[in-house]
């Protein structure tokens, strides 16, 4: 809990945001785009605790990693002493799931999840204490194939959410006994090195030297280029697997740069790691991250099973759709409902259902703390809320049976408030949405096909 002593308020902490009402419209968006290209590749939602065994994290993702020892939000349960952490990130407990509900027993398996993960860091632009990801884990999958098919899958999401900025850097980190041959390696070309690694290149001298390769150390790029690079210490296997990731890929016209220097910073993976990476955020370049971790479900005591995954940034995506210039426009609503009188707000309720019914999305106008019950104040928040339509509801349309209904949008709003009768204001209505062209779009089915909720909004 945070303080602001000066006005007595409790506020946020920092580092975990509000999402307001202004920003969810993108969100949504983001997210609903997000399921209906998981779901187009034949993967299924999994939802998994928010909080897990400590344990859980120290073993699958490695005790000397930045993220075990110095990020993790871990706590006793007081209640019965368990050691328990705030999950910081969802591939360990997702295959968690996985293992303790026997899910891959009739064949592999495709999950995805997303939700809010927590890492003890300090708070910047796309870098948060309670942060958002989206990612897909394939288990149960051996060849090259899934691997590949999880990158395309990533730039279909990049296409149909309208990025460009973003490139896919390769590499292949092998299986643990050619990690060992060029760990052997590595540690002796940095001890003769000594004098150029940081502080935190001698902390991960002897217990992590891969993560060194990462270092963003502009004084250690020369003498880390010129390490030993992993990629030649690949065995026939690991080599014929990463040339079937790369084979694919050409052949689906992907584009990729293979980065001898990638790394992930978890124990688990092998073989085929991989970054979408962009230039448009300052440091925090990398938007998602994963790769291939066959030696997980047997770390956690399961049998040998290979899994390969990825997990994507969301705020950080965010800040890509801001910065592509496109405009995503805030809608509140398909109908903003206007009336005035109390014969008119009860009729107005009856055409507000009645819209509803047909699968519009209405907001009727409600009294309000500050002034604004007049026609000309409602009719401003008619506009402010995206309606392509407002219906209005006064004395004289009660007594004329009829409702005024005036267009708000697009070329159709230059024309003049009609007279429709209140039996048929959800027919004209649904009508000009049909007759509106590209003006207007129906969700019953989106851009792949897969049906959605049957809703109709105006297209901005």
Same mark, same amino acid.
């Given at each position: ?20 009402? =202004? ?6 968006? #983001? ?24 344990? %859980? ?28 952490? %705030? ?119 002897? =217990? ?43 052949? =689906? ?42 030696? %997980? ?76 019950? =007049? ?46 009768? #209140? ?38």
């Amino acid at each position: 809990m945070s303080e602001d002593k000066k006005a007595g308020k409790i506020v946020g902490i920092k580092g975990m945001n509000d999402i307001l009402p =202004s920003e969810t419209p993108l969100w949504e968006l #983001f997210e609903n785009t997000v399921q209906v290209v998981l779901k187009s590749y034949g993967f299924e939602q999994i939802r998994t605790p928010v909080v897990e065994a400590t344990a %859980l994290f120290s073993r699958g993702l490695g005790a000397v990693t930045d993220i075990v020892e110095k990020e993790m939000y871990s706590f006793t349960d007081s209640m019965n002493g368990d050691e328990l952490t %705030l999950r910081p990130e969802s591939t360990a407990g997702v295959v968690r799931a996985a293992l303790e509900h026997n899910l891959t027993y009739d064949g592999p398996k495709r999950l995805w999840y997303a939700g809010p993960m927590f890492r003890h860091e300090r708070p910047q632009r796309g870098r948060y204490r309670q942060f958002h990801q989206v990612g897909a884990e394939a288990i149960g999958f051996t060849g090259p194939d899934i691997d590949a098919e999880l990158i395309m899958l990533c730039q279909r999401l990049w296409d149909d959410l309208g990025l460009q900025d973003i490139r896919l850097e390769l590499n292949s980190i092998g299986d643990a006994e050619e990690r060992g041959r060029h760990r052997t390696d590595l540690v002796a070309y940095f001890e003769a090195h000594h004098e150029l690694l940081d502080a935190d290149a001698q902390r991960r001298l002897h =217990s992590n030297p891969l993560r060194i390769l990462d270092t963003k150390n502009p004084t250690m790029q020369e003498m880390v280029n010129g390490a030993p690079k992993l990629i030649d210490y690949l065995g026939e296997e690991s080599r014929t697997h990463f040339e079937g990731v790369q084979r694919i890929l050409r052949h =689906s016209n992907v584009p990729f740069t293979i980065n001898p220097r990638l790394v992930r910073g978890m124990d688990y993976y092998n073989r085929t790691v991989f970054e979408w990476v962009t230039d448009q955020l300052g440091s925090q370049g990398t938007v998602c991250g994963g790769g291939r971790y066959d030696p %997980l479900v047997e770390m956690f005591g399961g049998k040998p099973t290979p899994a390969c995954g990825f997990a994507m940034g969301v705020e950080r995506l965010l800040e890509l759709m801001k910065a592509s210039g496109e405009q995503y426009a805030r809608q509140q609503c398909d109908v903003y409902i206007a009336h005035l009188g109390d014969e008119a707000q009860l009729q107005a309720f009856v055409v507000a259902e009645r819209l509803r019914d047909a699968g519009l999305d209405v907001v009727l106008h409600c009294a309000s703390a500050k002034a604004g019950g =007049s026609f000309k104040a409602q009719m401003k928040r008619a506009d402010a809320s995206g309606a392509a339509f407002a219906v209005i509801i006064g004395d004289d349309e009660v007594a004329n049976n009829t409702a005024s209904v005036k267009p708000l949008r697009g070329d159709a709003a230059s024309n003049a408030q009609q007279a429709v009768p #209140f039996d048929e204001v959800t027919s004209w209505i649904v009508d000009q949405i049909v007759d509106g062209g590209e003006e207007y779009e129906h969700d019953e089915h989106d851009a792949h096909g897969h049906e959605h909720d049957g809703h109709i909004h105006y297209k901005h």
